[in-house]
């Protein structure tokens, strides 16, 4: 089993930067990819951001340029670090863990609210 256990949300203005992280704990060894996924009232949850545990990156068109996930693997903690946020950036940010093995991934964490006013 694995545990993901986000913090760093809040409220912040338009053009405001804000860091998001991860904390992994528990089986970890069994963690390939982590990335982060957010949700937004009404709309369905998206990738935002994912990075293999070799530090290959992938990232939504809407934040490329703004958002930068990072890994610590001797943390055991990943990042979001976001830049000029936008009011459209306003959702529940999750922290998500894939095993190895799997194709999607399968732990995951409580969320944390980032809100973005205009």
């Known amino acids: 089993q694995v545990q993901l256990v986000e ?3 809040g409220l912040v ?5 804000l860091r998001l992280s991860c904390a992994a704990s528990g089986s970890i060894f069994s963690i ?15 990738l ?3 990075i293999t545990s070799g530090g290959s990156t992938n990232y939504a068109e ?3 340029g703004r958002f930068t996930i990072s890994r610590d693997n001797a943390k ?19 922290c998500a863990a894939k095993e190895y093995y799997y194709l999607d991934y399968n732990y ?3 969320g944390t ?4 006013s205009s």
């Open 7 to 9: 913090s760093g949300g």
């Open 13 to 17: 203005q338009a053009g405001g930067s």
């Open 32 to 46: 390939n990819d982590m990335g982060w996924y957010r949700q937004a009232p009404g709309k369905q949850r998206e």
């Open 48 to 50: 935002v951001a994912g």
């Open 62 to 64: 809407s934040v490329k």
């Open 76 to 94: 055991n903690t990943v990042y979001l670090q976001m830049n000029n946020l936008k009011p459209e950036d306003t959702a529940v940010y999750y």
């Open 108 to 110: 995951w964490g409580q």
């Open 113 to 116: 609210q980032v809100t973005v």
